[in-house]
């Protein structure tokens, strides 16, 4: 699978972008501003309907697009993807409309010109991004991280992602439902609660099983990478999954290995889970939300049995992070038998000259990469050399020579 056609319409800084691109590792540079990482947002987003930094997704369309009083604003964005079976083109628009004095906000997707749902362009195109950001997934809350690993996992597998999104609309109503029963202080309510739950425990049956699956492998792979490439068989790093599985009175560790020994089984997970939420439910009442569920996951690194959260120094964390990427794309050539497309966002300059070695050797082992920087001066020249440059300015993009 190789991107070999970017063309971007009104998105972020990019009016109108048209640009072909090459196989191996392409340089992105230019000053701050100027658009480097709006490209690289631009092919995440295209690969996985999400963007990085932000969940309003208007806001990703060009704020000079349109003339005052425009009823239609959209913005484009279109690849070209050569596959196995010919080329894919892909397209996603961002449609935000004047409708009387509201403004209304929607996306297209089309694969081959047809309009398709917006969970079947995932998968056509597949990513891994890293960002200096990334980091966050060791130190910051467990919403970044369950993010992560949703939009990991939504390229992977799209029953995944449909069973999530489902789940997620029988969450809102649920706790709506909750906050309902909590303000008329009565259970009148209750055979449409057990329907609710009954279905909320059946999705979510399928959630945990999937991302136990799927952490198991990413932790091997993360395991033997960190070990033997990044440092020299030092340092063992563990990847835990810490499912909300049962009421807080259960540890998770123990949660985690009950659900290893039921993983083939989601029907009896959701049983497990049933029997939790009704252990709780005078509880979520009072609140008006739901305590246990997929939605209240977290997984957690540690370095030689300790949290690398609490105890690792920064450049633990960092290789860490670094050792996940890897894995990913290690998973995702297992899976698919296709390389995804690497996004490096200006991760260079943070990195020490070894790691930065490991992700240059990384790099030039990918079928097709894209990386970003202000600075070409850090980059070898024999990387150089063998790189195609693209110097972005104000929303351009030309070629180097
Ligand atoms: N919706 C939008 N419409 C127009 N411009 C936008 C929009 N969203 C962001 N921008 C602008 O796009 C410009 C380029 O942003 P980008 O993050 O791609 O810069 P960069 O080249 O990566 O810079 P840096 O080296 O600082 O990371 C910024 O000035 C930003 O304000
Ligand atoms: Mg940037």
């Known amino acids: 699978m190789r991107l070999t056609h970017l063309s971007l319409t009104n998105f972020r ?6 640009l072909p691109v090459g196989a191996g590792v392409t340089l992105v540079h230019g000053a701050n501003a100027q658009g480097k990482t709006n490209l690289l947002e631009a092919i995440y987003y295209l690969a996985t309907t999400r963007s990085p930094y932000t969940n309003q997704d208007d806001q990703l369309i ?37 409708k009387g004095h509201k403004t209304t906000f929607r996306r297209e997707a089309l694969v081959d010109r047809r309009k398709v749902r917006l969970l079947d362009l995932l ?55 909750l906050r309902q029963m909590a303000e008329q202080g009565t259970r009148n309510n209750q055979d449409v609660l057990d329907l609710y739950t ?14 136990a699956r799927l952490i198991d492998t990413l932790a091997r792979d993360v395991q033997r990478i960190h070990y033997e490439q990044l440092t020299a068989g030092n340092e063992s790093l563990r990847l835990l999954y810490r499912p909300r599985l049962a009421g807080s009175d259960v540890d998770e560790t123990e949660s985690a290995d009950w659900l290893y020994n039921h993983v083939d089984n989601p029907t009896i997970i959701a049983e497990r889970m049933q029997t939790a939420l009704a252990d709780t439910l005078s509880y979520d009442i009072r609140r008006g939300a739901t305590s246990i569920g997929p939605h209240r996951d977290d997984w957690v690194f540690q370095v030689n049995g300790r949290s690398l959260r609490h105890y690792g120094s920064r450049g633990q964390q960092r290789s860490a992070v670094l050792a996940l990427k890897l894995g990913e794309i290690a998973g995702i050539k297992a899976d698919t038998g296709a390389s995804p497309i690497l996004l490096l ?25 894209m990386i970003t920087s202000a600075e070409t001066t850090i980059f070898p ?14 929303g351009r993009v030309h070629s180097v020579i």
């Open 345 to 369: 966002d200006d991760v260079m300059a943070e990195l020490d000259g070894t790691r930065r070695q490991h992700l240059i050797t990384a790099l030039q082992q990918m079928p097709q990469a």
């Open 381 to 394: 020249p024999d990387f150089l050399a063998q790189t195609e440059q693209l110097a972005v300015d104000g």
């Open 198 to 211: 009954q279905r909320l425990v059946e999705a979510a049956g399928q959630i945990f099983a999937i991302r």
């Open 62 to 98: 060009n704020w000079d697009a349109g003339y005052e009083g425009a009823q239609v604003v959209v913005g484009r964005l279109v690849a070209h993807v050569d596959t196995a079976d010919g080329t894919r083109h892909l397209e996603l628009r961002l449609i935000r409309e004047l």
């Open 13 to 18: 800084n990019f009016g109108r972008l048209d």
């Open 123 to 177: 998968g056509n195109l597949r990513v891994v991004l890293f960002v200096p950001t990334d980091l966050d997934l060791v130190t910051g809350s467990p919403a970044s991280r369950r993010r992560y690993l949703d939009i990991t996992l939504c390229q992977r597998n799209r029953h995944y992602c449909r069973t999530l999104s489902q789940y997620n609309k029988i969450l809102e109503q649920r706790n709506a439902l």
